[in-house]
């Protein structure tokens, strides 16, 4: 069973660092692409970052593109969002899910999230 756990988020005052953690169970995470998406109340999903399994290519959302930075680590089975000089808009649960390698650059398509962690920033 496929299992992704999100951990790391909460409370930071605008220009602050969060890092979230996604650790898989029961699959491996390196033999998949794996994204992140946040949902904010009352607004769209909108998908944030993924890394691709076949060439560890990154990729972002314009919103984010220069202060957040996605990473994995396969011995830990985990991947990573460095979120740097966070904004007051950042705020949102943010989930990580499996996604198709071709909907990568999209950041569009997951699959089998977990059950998110809250950002907050704010003064």
Not at 16 to 24: A, E, H, I, P, Y
Not at 37 to 60: H, L, M, N
Not at 91 to 111: D, I
Request: charged content about 20%.
């Amino acid at each position: 069973q496929v299992t992704l756990v999100e951990s790391g988020g909460g409370l930071v005052q605008p220009g602050g660092s969060l890092r979230l953690s996604c650790v898989g169970s029961g699959f491996s995470l390196d033999d998949y692409a794996i994204g992140w998406f946040r949902q904010a109340p009352g607004k769209e999903r909108e998908g944030v970052s993924c890394i691709r399994d076949t060439d560890d290519r990154r990729y972002y959302a314009d919103s984010v593109r220069g202060r957040f930075t996605i990473s994995r680590d396969n011995a830990k089975n985990t991947v990573y969002l460095q979120m740097d000089s966070l904004k007051p808009e950042d705020t949102a649960a943010y989930y990580c899910g499996t996604v198709a390698p071709a909907h990568c650059p999209n950041l569009e398509g997951f699959h089998s999230w977990g059950q998110g962690t809250q950002v907050t920033v704010s003064s």
